[in-house]
């Protein structure tokens, strides 16, 4: 019952399908003009972001500055600082390869939407939770990049400029229409959320099957072992159990009330695929190594949504008892 609350099973099903069919039709991007489709899908998918905020939201949730500054110091300083002392460990270039896509991973925002249904499910700060989930994917569009670029030296020959000139046009400008047209026809965003949510997802299974595609036609897996997976993803389960730890402790240490402990454990710890597809082809233009970069982040959604459903399902339970 709960899988069917969050609905994410056929999300992660389309994402986890797009790889193979990559392999066998690793042309199939270029067949299809998906550079172009998906270039405009990123465009709209801010543009929706964009229509579905609302200035009452952040009002109502800026008070709690403790929360707050909780949740985006674990989002954009802890997540990276956990990540970084790592680099010099990593000899030969799938180790580094994959490092880059844990940093990739550790500088995303964190996700809106799942975060708001777990937190819900939780009994957690419901308005704190779309105050940070909303105010962290806007603070992403800018400390993302800004992150990637004092810290990874090649972003795979894309100019800053050109960088700079995408973030524009791709991001800010439809972000920035979108929450000025928010109170004439927001109401309709807000009206069509699950086809809109069905649209985002079309748009990042997309970008992935296009960045596989490079990524099989340039022959990058075929030297890539098992263990080094299994590897990458223990790295990527003991990133989040071990921010959890952290975020959880600093919480009780601030005398958080359960609801706010709830709410800076799920957001605090969350990171979007949605800004992970988007900013991937951004950043790293038509690199071949691009789906290396988003491997971890589809490990961490899938790891995040299954752990954290657990986790919510057992504070809803707590709550309720003690009702």
């Known amino acids: 019952m709960l899988f069917?609350?969050?609905?994410?099973?056929?999300?992660?099903?389309a994402l986890l399908i797009a790889i193979p069919i990559a392999y066998i039709f690793p042309n199939g991007s270029r067949w299809l003009h998906l550079n172009t489709v998906t270039d405009i899908g990123i465009g709209l998918i801010f543009f929706f972001y964009g229509l579905k905020l609302s200035k009452d939201t952040f009002r109502s949730g800026v008070r709690n500055y403790k929360l707050h500054l909780l949740i985006h110091l674990s989002t954009f300083v802890l997540f990276p600082l956990l990540v970084l002392p790592f680099r010099p460990m990593m000899n030969g270039e799938t180790a580094d390869l994959l490092w880059v896509g844990m940093f990739f991973l550790a500088v995303l925002p964190?996700?809106?939407s799942s975060s708001v249904v777990m937190v819900s499910i939780a009994k957690g700060n419901i308005p704190a939770a779309i105050f940070n989930a909303s105010l962290s994917g806007l603070i992403g569009v800018v400390l993302t990049p800004l992150w990637l670029g004092l810290v990874v030296e090649d972003a795979q020959g894309v100019s800053v400029v050109t960088v700079i000139t995408k973030l524009l046009?791709?991001?800010?400008?439809?972000?920035?229409?979108?929450?000025?047209?928010?109170?004439k026809i927001?109401?309709?965003?807000?009206?069509?959320?699950?086809?809109?949510?069905?649209?985002?997802?079309t748009i990042i299974v997309l970008i992935v099957y296009s960045s596989f595609c490079l990524s099989f036609n340039a022959h990058l897996f075929s030297?890539?072992?098992?263990?080094?997976?299994?590897?990458?993803f223990a790295a990527i389960l003991a990133l989040f159990l071990l921010v959890m730890f952290v975020v959880n402790t600093v919480s009780k240490k601030l005398g958080f009330s359960t609801e706010d402990r709830v709410t800076?454990?799920?957001?605090?710890?969350?990171?979007?695929?949605?800004?992970?597809?988007?900013?991937?082809?951004?950043?790293?233009?038509?690199?071949?190594?691009?789906?290396?970069?988003?491997?971890?982040?589809?490990?961490?959604?899938?790891?995040q949504l299954l752990i954290v459903a657990f986790i919510a399902e057992k504070f809803n339970k707590r709550a309720t008892a003690s009702n």
């Open 169 to 183: 046009l791709q991001i800010v400008i439809p972000l920035t229409l979108g929450i000025m047209l928010h109170h």
């Open 110 to 112: 964190s996700t809106v």
């Open 186 to 201: 927001g109401h309709f965003a807000v009206k069509k959320s699950t086809l809109i949510g069905y649209f985002d997802k």
């Open 223 to 232: 030297g890539m072992r098992l263990e080094v997976l299994l590897l990458l």
């Open 4 to 13: 069917k609350k969050i609905k994410f099973n056929g999300f992660i099903l």
């Open 264 to 303: 800076a454990l799920f957001c605090g710890s969350k990171k979007s695929l949605v800004h992970g597809s988007v900013m991937a082809k951004i950043m790293f233009g038509h690199s071949i190594n691009a789906s290396i970069y988003i491997l971890p982040v589809m490990i961490y959604h899938i790891s």
